[in-house]
Nanobody, 126 residues
Framework: QVQLAESGGGLVQAGGSLRLSCVAS????????MGWFRQAPGKEREFVAV???????TDYADSVKGRFAISRDNANTLYLQMNSLKPEDTALYYC????????????????????WGQGTQVTVSS
């Protein structure tokens, strides 16, 4: 059973930065696209960023473009660099993975993902 474990959340002032990490354990293959989603209290879980299997293609929610950067340094570790944070970025952040046979495909719909982590809380104070 593959497990995803997020870390790096915390409390930061508006304008600050955080770097989230997500480590996958228990995999027997590496062909996964990976994404970050977030959920604020009382709201639906929403797409934040995604990266393709080989890391060549990425996509972002309009609300974070130019401020957040997704990356992966090997088959099992995913990152989200978050700069210029705003109070509206406050949420529980989840990483997720989707098995794929396409090296360049990215997925923005949460229903397309197979496996999720438990989340890491990000709180941005004004």
């Amino acid at each position: 059973q593959v497990q995803l474990a997020e870390s790096g959340g915390g409390l930061v002032q508006a304008g600050g930065s955080l770097r989230l990490s997500c480590v996958a354990s228990g995999r027997t293959s590496s062909n996964y696209a990976m994404g970050w989603f977030r959920q604020a209290p009382g709201k639906e879980r929403e797409f934040v960023a995604v990266i393709s299997w080989i890391g060549r293609d990425t996509d972002y929610a309009d609300s974070v473009k130019g401020r957040f950067a997704i990356s992966r340094d090997n088959a099992n570790t995913l990152y989200l660099q978050m700069n210029s944070l705003k109070p509206e970025d406050t949420a529980l952040y989840y990483c997720a993975e989707r098995r794929t046979v396409s090296t360049g495909s990215v997925y923005k719909d949460k229903e397309e993902y197979d496996n999720w982590g438990q989340g890491t809380q990000v709180t941005v104070s004004s």
